[in-house]
RNA sequence: GGGAGCAUAGCUCAGUUGGUUCAGAGCGUCUGCCCUACAAGCAGAGGGUCGGGGGUUCAAAUCCCUCUGCUCCCACCA
């Protein structure tokens, strides 16, 4: 193979993922080795992919070829989730566009439009992923709305309901009154508007529904909703107002008598200190009608206007209401004043940019009281773990507080609730028509299949992925815990990993967990890597609007999928927050043409059979091969604890430092010379294992180098090659290296100070005990004719350093500039002296060598001892330079 | 309003149970180099009173208190 000076990836990439596909290497299939299962959180099938799926990903890829590199049968299942509101709201806007309108489709004839929709545009995040390099097992990819993952969504829902944990309850919901259905939470926008706070009387009643003449003042900002009010509430703390106790208002107009209560949601100095309370048209309020037992009365239809409950204004739109009712107040001699510079947040539709109306609506309830409470206990007895271990404190806090999970969504896109109603308005809740209209018949005999009316309401779609490690293996066991699981399930779960953003920690992780405590009776996974959020340079959220959210593709065609990858772990400690900045992404295309580098040096060698191995290049290897031993322990070390990026930082070091500014720098014989034979295969070995170290990181480029490394046969790949194994290392040598490195430094300083050339070679001094067996490597790296161990360096023309305790001189005829050299002694002299100072300070306090442990006062009595004989050779060398 | 977290070099972060030569890395910055693997590079250098204040201890970036600033989650105000 002819090497290019740069790496150029689009020529590698795609060959490569075609080769690992056609071999099959990403496909998992039970056997004797130990598994290593990720189920990939599943994106949005209609998403396409950003720089948090970047992140996500790329992490899950290099834990999954971590893992089966060593040795474990290692599966990742792809798949999608079919996000009801995302994509019937794609679906919706993709008609309209051709004039149709959901309004005037049956539901039969939208899901039509949908499933085209789905089959023409779902999905391309998983075609995204394949470019960055993702080994998933492909012929596992799952959907969570296929027939087979819809019946364990439904057989679980029958399985709660029949279990008496599902119920049928009341919830306010956003409604959309042009729109005509509810919102989800997400898809209301909260703006802060200008609007005019009406004060209002209400006059006290005699006991016989006619007014008094005391009154208190309310106020409000839908005076239009008066006539649904049940109550006014005051502040029991508030002694102004005890005088109202047990006393009845009036409901101005249409003199409707309601009670004084007493609630301490009142706060006291808001307002007036009274509220009306309106239990259907209010989220609080409702919750304070629940704890009085107030009557819930419902005056706003579906299209936002007043209906016949009212009793006045009825058919009027709730804006103009408003208008007119305030006329209505103030001839009516109710209205007390109107405060015009009130303002708060108000809800709008984020598609029809209607005021979103607080609607009473029947909705789907899973208790969650018994679920969250052994999910709590997963994490907290540590069978889950969650990374990192701050995100404890938030899971327990949700699960201590934990609401009803409403289940039911407004839509048609999603697993219909598989309730059907009989004609008279009992229902009946089973898994298919048939077992509906079975048990429909216990209920009435006369009832046949077609009086059954199913639920019009689907499922939240977090109900389908909180199935997800259990039903992509086997979707016959959600809701079936007495069945047996499949032999994929026994063997694949619990899956290991699982790694996700926190913010959705509840909604999905946390609800897995209880998932897998029902049916399974273990959690789905035993450590769960929580990521940041992908963030700009200048910490702004990527988004559509400002524009700073880069397309991953552009990227990966632009640097390679490599670099991108390396460009996100860069920064990527677990729970922080992602810095994304391009520059990552250059760095790691540096790194790649660097990698590329080292191997067109190698490449380009000639080996000489009979050349004897010379002592730098023993003792280079040697060296080399214990600082490969070091690092492989600390990078298994960092994966361990899920510092990935530790992990990464600790191999680009190694490979671009010691090896190939130490180690091959040492190594590399003169041009045109030929290497001897030991040291091209160490050299050849050791690049060998660093390309398996970074693989599960940068799968590709190392991929391309490996096959070229050596002769292969068809069907090897460095992804089932193993991670190399941590050897013994020489601890002495490293330390002894250290100062050899240091003195290459120093004479290298010098050189670039005095403006020496690297090509003039230079004569080295050497006091003290220096090891002799380091001075090939100093000689050749820092080009030194001779290095001589003296007694006293005899002169003074020339420049001296200190690497630790041993004396170094550099003799520069002429070219040291005396008074300079003085200055510098001095200055560490006096550095040398302090240091001293605080040392035995230390050591002449009884305290401290009293209580500190022996190896501290060891450490102390070496540093004087070290610090002393600096000074006295710094004195010496100042007295002969005088 | 309720809860959680963060603050260490210009930037992004390490710093394990307080204690091995007055705090480390990567990037960036500055200086000198195209020395035939790589200028997407090489060599060298500078840069931090560990947010402020107080306390515990022989010893604090590390433990406690307090102030300041920022972030996130939940509930959202008639």
Redesign the pocket.
């Known amino acids: 193979m002819e090497l290019s ?4 990836p689009s020529t590698v990439e795609d060959k490569w993922y075609s080769y690992w596909m056609d071999h099959k290497f990403f496909h998992s299939e039970p056997d004797s080795r130990t598994p290593y299962t990720i189920v990939i959180p599943p994106p949005n099938v209609t998403g396409i992919l950003h720089m948090g799926h970047v992140l996500n990903n790329t992490l899950n890829d290099v834990l999954i070829r971590k893992a089966r590199m060593d040795g474990k049968n290692a599966c990742w299942v792809p798949g999608t989730d079919h996000a009801s509101i995302a994509t019937e709201n794609k679906v919706i806007q993709k008609l309209e566009a051709e004039g149709i309108h959901k309004e005037d489709l049956t539901r039969e004839e939208f899901l039509k439009y949908a499933w085209e929709w789905k089959e023409e545009h779902g999905g391309i995040i998983l075609k995204q992923l394949r470019k960055l390099g993702a080994s998933c097992d492909w012929d596992r990819t799952r959907f969570t709305m296929e027939p087979e993952l819809t019946k364990a969504v439904v057989n679980t829902f029958v399985y709660f309901y029949k279990k008496g944990l599902i119920y049928k309850g009341v919830r306010m919901v956003n409604w959309d009154p042009e729109r005509l259905t509810a919102l989800s ?1 997400e898809e209301v926008v ?1 703006k802060t508007t200008k ?1 005019s ?1 009406y004060y209002l009387k209400y006059f006290i009643s005699d006991g016989k529904g006619k007014p008094t003449d005391k009154y208190i003042v ?5 005076p239009e909703t008066i006539m649904a009010d049940a109550a006014v ?1 005051i ?1 029991p703390e508030e002694e102004e107002f005890h005088w109202l106790r047990g006393k009845k208002v009036l409901i101005p107009l249409i003199n409707r008598e309601i009670p004084i209560i007493e609630d301490s ?12 309370v ?1 239990p259907a048209h ?4 409702y ?1 304070i009608g629940l704890r009085h037992n107030l009557p819930v009365l419902d005056i706003i239809d579906d299209h936002g206007r007043l209906n016949e409950k009212a009793k006045i204004l009825v058919g009027e739109d709730r804006f103009a209401a408003r208008k007119k009712i305030v006329k209505m107040l103030e001839e009516s001699g109710n209205l007390d004043h109107i405060d015009n510079n ?1 303002e ?4 709008y539709s984020e598609r029809t940019n209607a005021v979103v109306e607080p609607k009473l609506s029947a909705q789907w309830f899973l208790k969650m009281d018994e679920l969250a409470k052994t999910a709590l206990a997963s994490v907290d007895e540590g069978r889950v773990k969650l990374i990192p271990d ?2 404890r ?2 899971y327990r ?2 699960m201590e ?1 934990v ?1 009803d999970w409403c289940i039911s969504r407004q839509l048609w896109w999603g697993q219909r609730i598989p309730a059907y109603y009989l004609p008279d308005g009992r229902y009946v809740v089973e898994s298919t028509l048939q077992e509906a209209l079975e048990a429909a018949k216990k209920l009435d005999p006369s009832v046949k299949a077609e009086d059954l009316r199913q639920d019009e309401d689907v499922l939240d779609t977090w109900f389908s992925s909180w199935l997800w490690p259990i039903s992509v293996f086997d979707p016959d066991m959600p809701g079936h815990p007495d069945h047996k699981p499949n032999r994929d399930l026994s063997y694949y779960y619990p899956t290991n990993d699982l790694v996700t953003g ?2 959705i920690l ?1 909604f999905w992780v946390a609800r897995m967990i209880m998932a897998g405590d029902e049916f399974m009776g273990k959690e789905p996974f035993r450590n769960v890597y929580l990521t ?2 992908v963030r700009d ?1 200048q ?1 702004r ?1 990527m988004s559509k609007q400002l524009g700073n959210s880069p397309d991953p593709l552009t990227l990966i065609q632009k640097y390679g999928a490599d670099s991108v990858r390396i460009g996100m772990l ?2 990527a ?7 994304y ?1 391009e ?2 992404v ?2 790691g ?6 990698i590329w ?2 191997y ?2 190698i490449k ?1 060698w000639t080996v000489d059979e009979k050349l004897e191995q010379n002592d730098v290049n023993k003792l280079a290897v040697k060296w080399f091969d214990s600082k490969l031993n070091q690092a492989i322990e600390t990078v298994e070390d960092h994966y361990s604890k899920f ?1 990935i ?2 992990a990464l ?1 600790t191999i ?2 190694l490979f ?2 010691e090896y ?3 180690y ?2 040492m190594v ?1 014989p003169a ?2 010379e030929p290497v001897d034979k030991a040291t091209l295969e160490a050299t050849l070995s050791f690049f060998d294992k660093l390309l398996k170290m970074i693989h599960p990181v940068m799968p590709f480029i190392t991929e391309e180098l490996w096959q070229d490394l050596a002769p292969r046969k068809d069907g090897e790949t460095i992804m089932r090659e193993k991670t190399p194994a941590a050897g013994e290392w020489d601890e002495k040598l490293l330390s002894d290296f250290d100062s050899a490195m240091e003195a ?3 004479i ?2 010098i ?3 005095k ?1 020496i ?3 003039n070679a230079l004569k080295l001094m050497v006091k003290g005990g220096f090891p002799e067996e380091m001075y090939p490597v100093v000689s050749k790296l820092a080009n030194t004719e001779s290095i001589e161990k003296v007694e006293d360096f005899g002169s003074s023309d020339g420049v001296s350093f200190m690497v ?2 041993y004396e170094m001189f550099v003799p520069l005829k002429g070219l040291v500039d005396v008074d300079e050299e003085i200055k510098k002694l001095e200055a560490e002299l006096e ?1 040398q002296k ?2 001293l100072e ?1 040392t035995r300070k ?1 050591l002449s ?1 009884e ?2 060598t ?4 022996e ?2 006062v060891a ?1 102390e009595r ?2 004087e001892q ?2 002393l004989s600096k000074i006295a050779t710094l004195e010496a060398q100042l007295k002969s330079l005088k």
């Open positions: 000076p740069t790496y150029d939470d909260y609007r706070f309310i106020a409000t900002t839908r509430a502040n949601y009142v706060k006291i100095g808001f307002g007036t200190g009274c509220l009306k309106t209010d989220v609080n309020d919750a009130y708060s947040e108000i809800g701050k995100y404190n938030t806090h949700w507080n609401h926190p913010d509840f940041g959020i340079s910490g959220k860069l920064c400690s677990a729970g922080n927050d992602i810095f900045d520059k990552q250059i760095q295309r540096n790194f790649c043409n660097k580098n080292s067109r040096l380009g510092r990026s530790d930082m680009y070091k671009w430092n190939c500014s130490w091959l720098e590399k041009y045109g290459v430094n120093g290298r300083a050189r670039q100070q403006q050339s690297p090509k630790r305790t550095y302090k240091f605080t230390k306090n305290n401290f009293a209580h500190a442990p190896k501290v450490t070496k540093k070290d610090s």
